[in-house]
């Protein structure tokens, strides 16, 4: 799969490069308090800022594959975080899943929320998806901030579903599919019509979240 670029006054996504590396570096280490609660970890070996490049190399063999798209934000010429689509899978399911991280001085200046909008726009009408998920993890407003506001419906509870930050961790599931959208997601939240209530989460969950299996 080719890596696009995607553009908008606030933040242009393009692909990963190798050459990525020593910025990434430095972002996730000048900004390690602030991304370590959402970093996703393995139950067997923890990533490190020294294995960016390694995280790289693999990010874009799925992009060769065809099961990833992974791409950086750039914002004001400076690359403040990334953005990956994987699990991308075509045929009866056609659907994918997304994630991404910012670093804390671009937080809460839109720059996440268009990109997450871009990005489902380019997979539903260029690429020919049907569902994009986004899961995540209960204490982290900001992102559960960013599906609301672009009308992601709330889907469900899953129990230990991501190890992140060295555990198991419960998440929140939020979808799309491309017939709520016909118009794009960015446009339609750029113009006000999103609606927020989808993501709207129900206090019975609310309790189980609060309450993690043990």
């Not at 899943?97 to 997979?123: C, H, N, P, Q």
């Not at 339609?188 to 209530?197: I, K, V, W």
Request: proline letters at 4%; aromatic letters at 8%; charged letters at 25%.
């Amino acid at each position: 799969m080719s890596l696009p670029t995607l553009k908008h006054p606030l933040v242009t996504l393009r692909g990963v490069r190798l050459r990525d590396t020593k910025a990434l570096e430095t972002a996730l280490s000048r900004d390690r308090a602030w991304l370590e609660p959402w970093e996703a970890t393995t139950p067997v070996l923890r990533l490190t800022p020294n294995d960016t490049k390694s995280s790289i190399r693999g990010l874009l063999k799925q992009a060769k594959d065809g099961s990833g798209l992974p791409f950086v934000m750039v914002h004001d010429g400076e690359i403040v975080g990334q953005l990956n689509v994987s699990q991308i899978v075509y045929g009866s399911l056609s659907s994918a899943t997304l994630g991404y991280w910012v670093v804390e001085s671009a937080a809460g200046k839109g720059i996440t929320t268009r990109a997450v909008a871009m990005v489902t726009d380019f997979l539903f009408f260029e690429r020919g998806l049907h569902r994009m998920e986004i899961c995540i993890k209960p204490e982290n407003t900001a992102s559960l901030r960013i599906v609301a506001k672009l009308g992601f419906r709330y889907e469900g509870l899953r129990r230990r579903y991501i190890h992140i930050n060295g555990r198991w961790a419960d998440h929140f599931c939020f979808a799309l599919v491309s017939e709520e959208v016909r118009g794009g997601v960015l446009a339609r939240f750029e113009e006000g019509r999103a609606r927020q209530d989808a993501a709207a989460i129900p206090d019975l969950d609310w309790v189980k979240a609060r309450n993690p299996l043990t």
